[in-house]
């Protein structure tokens, strides 16, 4: 049993399990053997190497466990599962906001920076958090709640990978997707534009390259124009001369400090008194249904 206690072949293990190999069953099972094999170390080893075996068999449990949480809800849909359900109609005179985001939205009002007191705004944040895991959960934490108005902030972990490659193609199909998903449930649309990010602090620029992150607020603002959505600018007021992150405005070069959230509020406010009280987009359309188009004539 002392093979897996070797970290090349937990490695293996972790890589193997990551792979699309296998559906989650499968994948939840083989972690689950593991599990119950690295907890029948050998009881004849020697005092020191039984001590660092155990410590290493706890890293091992614990990392098992996370990756067993995550397989069986990708998307994290128990993260406000409780909190959605006490939350209750909406006032008629109610102005309902959800922001959906990552972890610049999860850490607002609850890290840094103070989430608009007073206001019936609902946060929805998850940290780590990709576009395709936001549109799977966009329903019950967003549509479900009966907002007037979402603010979307989401791409930026898609650009770094946290749950694999993606296009810039695929980053925009989400969130067009979540706007469209808004929309046709009479939910007026706030998009919000990438954050830029700095190395001033840690290396940040060479997982988010900050032309990726330009190119995704081109589409967005575009894509806002073209359907009567609106774009929340947070992009240009937080730059610095070098096209960068302000130093003063977050404390790793990705997320906002006190100051960076001060920056962000009330842009955040004018944008949604903007989708409020300006006129409502018009509905997407509608797809044709399959079969339902009349045959072109023949000639």
Known sequence: MKW???PCLRLGVFALLSLGVMDAQQKVKLSSDILALAQQAPATAQPQAASAGGTDVSHLQAELQQAQDKLKDWPNLSRYRDANSQVHPPRPDED???FMGDSITDGWG???GK???EKPYINRGISGQTTPQ???RFRPDVIALSPKAVVILAGTNDIAGNTGPATLEAIEDNIA???ELARANGIRVVLASLLPVCDYLKPQTDRRPPEKILAVNTWMKDYATKNGLIYLDYYDAMLDDSRMLKQQLTYDGLHPNDAGYEIMAPLAEKAIDKALHGP?????????VKGSAKPAKRL
């Open 96 to 98: 309902r906001v959800v």
């Open 177 to 179: 997707s979540m706007s």
């Open 134 to 136: 936001m549109l799977i």
């Open 280 to 288: 409502p987009a018009v509905p997407p359309a509608k797809p044709p």
């Open 4 to 6: 897996l206690l070797r």
């Open 115 to 117: 989430f608009f007191p």
């Open 110 to 112: 609850r890290q840094y």
